[in-house]
C-alpha cells in the first residue's frame, strides 16, 4: 500500500499508458505491415526470377538437344563412310598397296588407311611414315587385334602425336590381319564448329545477369563449363543433379567464392528421343533482386521512422508538457501547510477542466479539514488507551499459543516414533530387549511370543531365558560373549545364533547390543535387539555355493579348483592335475543338440564323482573339459586314476534310454615336478591333452619338456608366418601336369613356399590353418596366380590352368567366392583356367554347408580336383555326390598298387572315375615303369619328379610347349 501512495505521489497522470503505449501499438502496426509487404515482395520476385531461371534453363536443353541429333546424323555418315572403306580395302586384299589404299581413301572420302599383318604390324599405308610400325600393350590398336571382335569403330579421341581429333575404325579379316580406317578432325571440322559444348555454355555466360553456365553428362561429371578451370569437375554429391538424372528441373541458391555472390542456380535435364543425355546448369546473379528488395525494406523503415518522429512531436507538445505542467502544479497541492493553495488555469492548457475540477475538490477538502482537525485530539486520546489494552491481550495470547504448538508437536512426535518403531520390529521379525547387570535379569519386548517359542516372563533371569531360547552350542557361544563384553574384552555383543520359532523351526538370529553407563562411568545394562536373518543365511549359502560350483553337474567350478591347488601348493604337497577333455563331444551337439549335450556333461560327471575319494577332487573346468586334482604323491597310483577314468568311458552311457558312446583325452601334469604355478600347471596339463588328441584321442598322457618345446616351436612358427605375410616374403612354384599320352603340359599346381626360408609346407601350412592365417594366404595365393596367368598371356603363351589348393580352414572366409570372382574380372582372366584343389577333409563338419560352397565356387566357371585321394576311408562314396572335375591319386596309392601285383586297383579305381566322367592325375610319379603302367590303365595326366620338379616363374617359360615324353625316353635311350 505503501508503495502504490508513493506512485500515485510521484505521478499523477500515467504518462506510459496515455502516451507511450499508444505509441508502441502503433509502430508495431507499422512495423508488421511493413515487414508483410516486405516478405510478400521478396517472394515475389525471387519466385520470378527462379521461374524466369527454369525457362532459360529448358531453352538452353532444348537448343544443345536439338545439336546433338543434327551431330547423331553427322556421326552416323561418319561411321558408314568407315565401314565402307574398311569393306572395299578386305574385298581388294589380294591387290593391296599404298597407292589402292591412297585411290579407295580419295574415292571414299576418308583420310588415312592402314593394313596390319595379324602380328600387328603396319605392312600398307596411305602415309608413309606410318609403314613397319608395330602395336603396343595396352594400346587402341593392340586391345583390337587381341580381342574377338571383328569390327570396331571408336568415338573422337585425341592423336597423341599430333594433338588433333580423329575418328577410327577397324575390320578385321578371316587370317587375323585387319584393316584400320581414320577421318581426321579436319575432316570433320563442319560438325565440330556446328556444335561446342564449351561455345553454348560460354556464350550463355556473356549474358549480364547469367554468373555461369555448364553442362554435365549423365555420370554427371562436367564436359563443358564456362569457369574452363571447372571442366571435369563431379557433381556426384549435388542433389539437383541427381534429380535432374530423374527428370526434375530445380532451383537453388548457395554463395559463389569466385564472384563474391549469392547465385540462384537452375538444373534441367537434356533430352535426345525422350531420353536424358545430360544436365544444364546455369548461375543467375541475384544482386539486382536484392537491391530492389533492400530498397523496399529502406522505404518501409524511412517512413515508419517519419511517423514516429511526427508522433512523439505531437504527443510531446500536446500531451507530456501538458502534463509535466500539471503534475508540477499538482505536486505543490499541501493542505497541512497551505490550505489555500489553487492550481493555476490557462485557456490554452490542454487540462484546463482537469484543473478545474482538482480546485473544486481542494475547496471541499478546506471544509472539511477544519472540522477533522477539532475531533482529531479526542480520537488521539481514545486511541491511546485501547492501544494499551490491546497489546496487554496480545502477548498473553501469543504465549499461550507457543505452548500448545509445542505440546501439540511432542505428541505428533511421539505417535510418529511409536508408528515407526511397531513397523520396524514387525516388519524384520525382532525383538528389543534389556538387561540389568547388577540383578542379572533380562527383560523382552512384548514381540518375543511372537518370534521364540515357550511362553516369557517379561523380567527373567537372563541365564534361565537363553537356556530356553537358544540350542545349546550356540548357548555357551551367547553367554562368553556377555561375560566377554562385561569384563571389557569387547566392544559391543554381535553375533549369530540358532533357536526354535513357535512352529518348531530352527531359525538364525542376529544378537547384537550395548551398554549403558552411569556417572561414574560403571556399566548399569545393556540395551539391544535380536533380529531373525535365517532368510539372508539361506541366501548367503547359496550365493557362496554357486560362487564355487558349477551350475550344469554341481560340480566344484574353476575357481574351487583352483583355492584347491594353491592351498596343495602353498603346503608344498605333491601330486597331479589332469584335465579330461571329451573326444568329438561337438558331434553330439551338433546332430543331437545342445540340451542332450548337457544330459551327456551331467552323466560325465556322475561317472567322475564314482571314482572320487579323499585323494581325488573333480571339478568342471568349463564346455567339455573336467579338471581333476590327486593329492597323491605316488606316480604308480596317479597313473592307476587315469587308467580308471579312461576304463569309466569304455561303456557306453545311458541318456535317455539311449545308449550313447564317447571317449575322453587326458593331460597330466605333477607338481611340483613340472610347475609349482598353478596356471602353468593347467597349461602344462592341457599341452599333454592336446598331444593325446593329436595321437588318436581316449588315452592319458603325461606332460614332459618335449611337448612344451613344440609349443614354442608353433609359436616361432607363426611369427615367421606373420612376418612374411608384413613382408609379403611368400613365393609359389609351379609343378607341371602332364597328358600322358602327348607329354604336353595341360597345366600346373601351384605351390606354396617362402622366399627368405627353406621351412617345408608341411611344417608350416598346419600352422597357418591352425592360426587362422591360411585365409589371408590363400587369398594372396589366389591373386597370384590370377596374375600369373595374365602375365604369361601377355608375353604371348597360350593360358594353361593352374590347381590351387584350398585348406578346410578356407570355408571359415565367407567373402572368397566375391574376392576370386573380382579379380578374375581386375586381371581379365578367364574362370576355366583356374582349377581348386580340395581334400576330402572338407567334409568331417558341415558337409552340406561345404557342397553349397564348392557348387557355388563351380558356379563360376572354373573346376573342382579331389587332392590326396586314396589317403581317406570314404572318398570312393564322396565321388558320387561332390561337385569335382578331377581326381589326384596320392603318392601313397600310387606307390602301394604300381610296385605290385595288385595293379587292377588302380585300373579300378581310374575306371570308376571315368564312369563318372571325372579325369584323373596321378601325383608323386618318378619312374618310368610306373607312368607305362597308369598309361596302360588310362590315367589322363601325370605329375611328380619323372618329368618335373617345382619350377620358379622364370623357368617355367622355358619348358612351356615341350615334349616330356620324347626327353623321358631320349634319357632312357641314353642309359
Request: aromatic fraction near 10%.
Amino acid at each position: 500500500m505503501l508503495k502504490l501512495k508513493c506512485l500515485i505521489k510521484s505521478s499523477i497522470v500515467n504518462t506510459f499508458k496515455l502516451i507511450y503505449l499508444p505509441l508502441f501499438i502503433g509502430v508495431l502496426a507499422i512495423l508488421i505491415v511493413s515487414i508483410t509487404s516486405y516478405h510478400i515482395s521478396k517472394t515475389l520476385l525471387l519466385n520470378q526470377m527462379e521461374q524466369d531461371g527454369i525457362n532459360l534453363a529448358k531453352l538452353a536443353a532444348e537448343k544443345i538437344s536439338e545439336e546433338i541429333n543434327a551431330i547423331e546424323t553427322i556421326n552416323s555418315l561418319m561411321e558408314d563412310k568407315i565401314r565402307l572403306a574398311g569393306k572395299s580395302v578386305v574385298a581388294s586384299q589380294e591387290y593391296l598397296s599404298n597407292d589402292l589404299l591412297r585411290n579407295i581413301a580419295q574415292n571414299v572420302g576418308v583420310d588415312e588407311i592402314n593394313w596390319y599383318n595379324f602380328v600387328g604390324e603396319i605392312i600398307y599405308s596411305t602415309n608413309d611414315e606410318h609403314l613397319g610400325w608395330s602395336t603396343i600393350e595396352d594400346h587402341t590398336v593392340e586391345n583390337f587385334r587381341i580381342s574377338t571382335h571383328i569390327e570396331l569403330i571408336e568415338g573422337m579421341r585425341k592423336n597423341s602425336k599430333t594433338g588433333h581429333y580423329n575418328k577410327y575404325g577397324y575390320m578385321r579379316n578371316e587370317d587375323e590381319s585387319f584393316v584400320e580406317v581414320v577421318m581426321q578432325s579436319g575432316t570433320i571440322s563442319g560438325s565440330r564448329q556446328k556444335f561446342s559444348y564449351q561455345e553454348i555454355v560460354e556464350s550463355m555466360a556473356a549474358e549480364d545477369n547469367i554468373a555461369y553456365a555448364l553442362i554435365v553428362d549423365t555420370e554427371l561429371k562436367a564436359i563443358a563449363d564456362s569457369d574452363v578451370e571447372d571442366v571435369g569437375a563431379v557433381y556426384v554429391d549435388d542433389p539437383e543433379y541427381l534429380q535432374a538424372l530423374e527428370g526434375d528441373v530445380s532451383a537453388s541458391k548457395w554463395y559463389y567464392e569466385k564472384t563474391d555472390n549469392e547465385i540462384l542456380e537452375i538444373v534441367a535435364p537434356i533430352y535426345t528421343n525422350d531420353e536424358i543425355i545430360g544436365i544444364v546448369g546455369i548461375g543467375l546473379y541475384m544482386d539486382n533482386v536484392y537491391a530492389s528488395i533492400y530498397f523496399i525494406l529502406l522505404s518501409f523503415t524511412i517512413i515508419t521512422m517519419i511517423m514516429v518522429w511526427l508522433f512523439l512531436w505531437m504527443q510531446r507538445r500536446n500531451v507530456i508538457q501538458p502534463v509535466k505542467q500539471l503534475d508540477e502544479n499538482i505536486r505543490q497541492i499541501n493542505v497541512e501547510n497551505n490550505i489555500s493553495y489553487r492550481l493555476p488555469l490557462s485557456e490554452k492548457d490542454t487540462f484546463l477542466g482537469l484543473s478545474s475540477s482538482i480546485n473544486a475538490i481542494l475547496d471541499k477538502i478546506e471544509a472539511y479539514f477544519h472540522q477533522l482537525k477539532e475531533k482529531e485530539d479526542a480520537l488521539n486520546r481514545s486511541n491511546l488507551k485501547i492501544s494499551k489494552a490491546y497489546q496487554e491481550l496480545t502477548a498473553s495470547e501469543e504465549e499461550l499459543r507457543a505452548q500448545y504448538t509445542e505440546i501439540q508437536s511432542y505428541t505428533e512426535k511421539l505417535e510418529e516414533l511409536k508408528q515407526k518403531y511397531d513397523i520396524t520390529i514387525q516388519g524384520t521379525n525382532s525383538v528389543i530387549w534389556e538387561i540389568d547387570i547388577k540383578e542379572e535379569t533380562i527383560y523382552f519386548s512384548r514381540e518375543i511370543g511372537g518370534v521364540f517359542s515357550g511362553t516369557y516372563k517379561e523380567k527373567q533371569n537372563i541365564y534361565k531365558a537363553v537356556d530356553k531360547l537358544l540350542i545349546p552350542e550356540d548357548k555357551r557361544k551367547l553367554i562368553k560373549e556377555y561375560k566377554q563384553y562385561i569384563a571389557g574384552e569387547k566392544d559391543q555383543i554381535h553375533m549369530h545364533v540358532r533357536g526354535e520359532d513357535r512352529q518348531g523351526n530352527i531359525r538364525w538370529y542376529l544378537v547384537s547390543g550395548k551398554g549403558i553407563y552411569d556417572t561414574n562411568h560403571h556399566l548399569k545394562s545393556i540395551n539391544g535387539i535380536s533380529l531373525d536373518v535365517t532368510t539372508l543365511r539361506i541366501q548367503e549359502e547359496y550365493i557362496e555355493h554357486i560362487a564355487y560350483h558349477d551350475p550344469l553337474t554341481n560340480l566344484p567350478n574353476r575357481r574351487k579348483f583352483s583355492e584347491q591347488l594353491e592351498e596343495e601348493l602353498r603346503n608344498n604337497r605333491s601330486g597331479a592335475v589332469m584335465l579330461l577333455d571329451l573326444d568329438n563331444f561337438k558331434g553330439i551337439n551338433d546332430t543331437l543338440g545342445h540340451v542332450y549335450g548337457d544330459k551327456v556333461l551331467k552323466k560325465v560327471a556322475e561317472a567322475l564323482m564314482d571314482i572320487q575319494d579323499e585323494s581325488v577332487f573333480v571339478s568342471r573346468f568349463g564346455g567339455d573339459e573336467f579338471l581333476i586334482l590327486i593329492t597323491e604323491e605316488n606316480v604308480f597310483n596317479i597313473e592307476n586314476y587315469a587308467k580308471r577314468i579312461i576304463d569309466l568311458f569304455k561303456n557306453k552311457l545311458l541318456v535317455d534310454d539311449d545308449l550313447t558312446y564317447i571317449g575322453c583325452s587326458i593331460g597330466i601334469a605333477l607338481y611340483p615336478t613340472n610347475s609349482n604355478d598353478a596356471t602353468q600347471l593347467v597349461m602344462n596339463a592341457d599341452m599333454a591333452m592336446h598331444s593325446v588328441k593329436v595321437q588318436g584321442k581316449n588315452n592319458y598322457m603325461f606332460f614332459n619338456e618335449a611337448m612344451l618345446e613344440k609349443l614354442n616351436r608353433k609359436i616361432q612358427l607363426q611369427n615367421i608366418l606373420r612376418e612374411a605375410l608384413k613382408e609379403k616374403a611368400f613365393k609359389l612354384l609351379y609343378q607341371p601336369q602332364i597328358c600322358t599320352y602327348t607329354g604336353k603340359i595341360i597345366g600346373f599346381e601351384a605351390l606354396l613356399r617362402l622366399k627368405n626360408n627353406s621351412l617345408s609346407p608341411a611344417e608350416f601350412i598346419p600352422v597357418a590353418e591352425e592360426t587362422g592365417m591360411i585365409i589371408e594366404i590363400g587369398r594372396w595365393v589366389t591373386e597370384e596366380v590370377i596374375k600369373q596367368i595374365r602375365q604369361w598371356t601377355r608375353e604371348g603363351l597360350v593360358p594353361k590352368s593352374i590347381a590351387i589348393n584350398f585348406s578346410a580352414k578356407q570355408l571359415n572366409d565367407l567373402d572368397y567366392i566375391e574376392f576370386l570372382e573380382s579379380k578374375l574380372k581386375e586381371y581379365n582372366v578367364e574362370p576355366k583356367y583356374i582349377e581348386i584343389e580340395i581334400t576330402e577333409n572338407l567334409f568331417f563338419e558341415r558337409q552340406e554347408k561345404t557342397i553349397e560352397f564348392l557348387e557355388r565356387l563351380k558356379a563360376t566357371g572354373l573346376k573342382i580336383a579331389l587332392d590326396d585321394f586314396g589317403t581317406g576311408y570314404s572318398s570312393l562314396s564322396y565321388l558320387t555326390f561332390l561337385p569335382v572335375d578331377k581326381i589326384k591319386l596320392d603318392k601313397s596309392l600310387t606307390d602301394k598298387y604300381l610296385e605290385t601285383k595288385n595293379i587292377k586297383v588302380i585300373d579300378g579305381i581310374i575306371s570308376l572315375a571315368h564312369s563318372l566322367k571325372l579325369e584323373v592325375v596321378a601325383e608323386g610319379i618318378e619312374n618310368v615303369e610306373q607312368y607305362k603302367q597308369l598309361e596302360v590303365g588310362g590315367c589322363n595326366y601325370i605329375q611328380g619328379y619323372l618329368f618335373s620338379r617345382p619350377l620358379e616363374v622364370k623357368d617355367v617359360s622355358k619348358v612351356y610347349y615341350d615334349d616330356f615324353l620324347e626327353k623321358i625316353y631320349v634319357k632312357a635311350d641314353n642309359s
